[in-house]
T-cell receptor, first 112, second 110 residues
């Protein structure tokens, strides 16, 4: 079955450590996205990529970094510079930039 | 950045009741999408709207793309317990990334 896989489902880290969240899709979609979800805040865009080897900052990119070396993969690194990293992180993909997004099942990151 | 105003923030209804929620903006959008999110899961696309005035149904769900292109509505008829979750609207302007509302949390009591 085609889909978007985020791993792990739950992730725990100590403050000051960088952590990388995985996102893989086998839908052959060109565009991929990372969103952050906090209670009552909706989904806020961190980074997106419309094509391999290219990506753009979203509304809340500070403290995060991404890479898009392969079409199938769009990992997100939460760096120690991110002041409030504890959140639910959602990866999504779309056929191209103007198509509806399909979401993975998220990674819940807890930093203590 | 651009914002979508989604209301109500939460709803508590009895099984069998109809539900209405909406999303508004001060700007014009050319795409409106409605998603549902179950606890601990990613949002799932319910309905996509691409044309002003468009009215689209998906089972008991009906959504409309407002004539002014600045709003959209989602109605759920005859609610059932599995309708519980968070409903998000999302809009896109030409050449920009999708913007999400803050969600409507629906609770259904049987």
């Amino acid at each position: 079955d085609g889909g978007i896989t985020q791993s792990p489902k739950y992730l725990f880290r100590k403050e000051g450590q960088n952590v990388t969240l995985s996102c893989e899709q086998n839908l052959n979609h060109d565009a991929m996205y990372w969103y952050r979800q906090d209670p009552g805040q909706g989904l806020r865009l961190i980074y997106y990529s419309q094509i391999v080897n290219d990506f753009q900052k979203g509304d809340i990119a500070e403290g995060y970094s991404v890479s898009r070396e392969k079409k199938e993969s769009f990992p997100l690194t939460v760096t120690s510079a991110q002041k409030n990293p504890t959140a639910f992180y959602l990866c999504a993909s779309s056929i191209e930039g103007s198509s509806p997004l399909h979401f993975g099942n998220g990674t819940r990151l807890t930093v203590t | 950045g651009q914002q979508l105003n989604q209301s109500p923030q939460s709803m508590f209804i009895q099984e069998g009741e109809d539900v209405s929620m909406n999303c508004t903006s001060s700007s014009i959008f050319n795409t409106w999408l409605w998603y549902k999110q179950d606890p601990g899961e990613g949002p799932v696309l319910l309905i996509a709207l691409y044309k002003a005035g468009e009215l689209t149904s998906n089972g008991r769900l009906t959504a409309q793309f407002g004539i002014t292109r600045k709003d959209s509505f989602l109605n759920i008829s005859a609610s059932i317990p599995s309708d519980v979750g968070i409903y998000f609207c999302a809009g896109r302007q030409a050449g920009t990334a999708l913007i999400f509302g803050k969600g409507t949390t629906l609770s259904v009591s049987s």
